[in-house]
Nanobody
Framework: QVQLVESGGGLVQPGGSLRLSCAASGSIFRTNAMGWYRHAPGKERELVATIAPGFSTNYADSVKGRFTISRDNAKNTVFLQMNSLKPEDTAVYYC???????????????WGQGSQVTVSS
């Protein structure tokens, strides 16, 4: 059984910072792309950032220059450092990972449980 467990959400004032973490646990052969998505009330889920196994990254325009995605391949963990937070960043953040449990498995997408990030004064 593979699980993605998130930590690090919370309440922060505008201009503040938060760091999200997401660790994949269980029997894992290899992890491919990992990323973060967010879902705000009344809006569709949107991509925030992704990172490939070779550490190439992709960001939504709305977070470029403020958020940084990183990963630890040895620990199957992905991070999202969020700086200069704005009220419009308020959302539930979900981590995502494509991985194989064994060498003969297809790539399967997994999701974390979601972390509430609230930016408010």
């Amino acid at each position: 059984q593979v699980q993605l467990v998130e930590s690090g959400g919370g309440l922060v004032q505008p201009g503040g910072s938060l760091r999200l973490s997401c660790a994949a646990s269980g029997s894992i052969f290899r992890t491919n792309a990992m990323g973060w998505y967010r879902h705000a009330p009344g809006k569709e889920r949107e991509l925030v950032a992704t990172i490939a196994p070779g550490f190439s990254t992709n960001y939504a325009d709305s977070v470029k220059g403020r958020f940084t995605i990183s990963r630890d391949n040895a620990k199957n963990t992905v991070f999202l450092q969020m700086n200069s937070l704005k009220p419009e960043d308020t959302a539930v953040y979900y981590c995502n990972a494509r991985l194989r449990r064994v060498v003969t498995d297809p790539w399967v997408e997994y999701w974390g449980q979601g972390s509430q990030v609230t930016v408010s004064s």
